[in-house]
């Protein structure tokens, strides 16, 4: 959905809502499920399917993919504080919860790099909450979307948005860097313009700012 494939994604989409209930290499089909749907605004469905996950992966004593969805809950209530205009302190506390859930999990089993996820999660939430950065109208971010070489409202380009997608996922600038295939230091750079456009206080905040608004999967 994100590259701009909307025939790839409609026939993927369609296969895995088959498959809801299964699991497979310990990753639940439901929680990919609550993720689409989450990124097409259907709230309700996106919260059923991770429900429908967590009683999997209890059933079957999966806590590691329990944790993903525990963490994916809580990316879900903030991007959709941000796209229905649903004050991010009504939320606040249900989604501390769930990251505090969920990071508990991934530090029994020493998987640091998603513990690192959370923490930059809930930091990022409170220094939004302080600083107060401005909204992204979801009806622009989907318009500008549609078109391989837009520019947002806030002048983030697609590579920049490349990088915060990667940064979401918990990567390293040197991880983005092999990724995208440039240098560290332009990864750096790439970070600082998001920070300015963004009207962010750093890499936490503008994560957080991303994922409430619709910006990363």
């Given amino acids: ?65 329990e944790a993903a969805l525990l963490y994916e809950q809580a990316r879900t209530a903030l991007m959709r504080t941000g796209q229905q205009h649903i004050s991010p302190r009504e939320s606040l506390e249900n989604i501390h919860q769930l990251c505090q859930a969920a990071r508990e999990i991934f530090m029994h089993y020493d998987m640091h790099r998603a513990v690192s996820m959370v923490d930059m999660l809930q930091e990022g939430m409170r220094q939004l909450d302080t600083h107060n950065a ?9 318009e500008h979307l549609a078109h391989a070489g837009y520019i947002l409202n806030l002048h983030l380009t697609r590579r920049e948005l490349d990088v915060l997608r990667l940064v979401a996922e918990g990567h390293t600038d040197r991880e983005v860097a092999d990724a995208l295939v440039i240098s560290p230091r332009t990864v750096n750079r790439h970070l600082s313009n998001i920070f300015v456009k963004l009207d962010v206080p750093g890499r936490a905040a503008a994560v957080a700012y991303a994922i409430r608004q619709g910006l990363v999967g």
């Avoid at 809502?17 to 097409?40: P, Q, S, T």
């Avoid at 401005?134 to 989907?142: A, D």
């Fill in 1 to 65: 959905m994100h590259i701009g494939s909307p025939e790839q994604a409609t026939t993927y989409i369609e296969r895995i809502n088959k498959l809801g209930g299964f699991m497979y290499y310990g990753v639940a089909v439901d929680r990919i499920r609550g993720e689409v749907a989450a990124l097409d605004g259907h709230w309700d469905e996106a919260e059923r399917a991770f429900e429908d996950g967590l009683k999997l992966c209890r059933r079957v004593g999966n806590q590691p993919e």
């Fill in 134 to 142: 401005p909204t992204l109208p979801r009806k622009f971010v989907e």
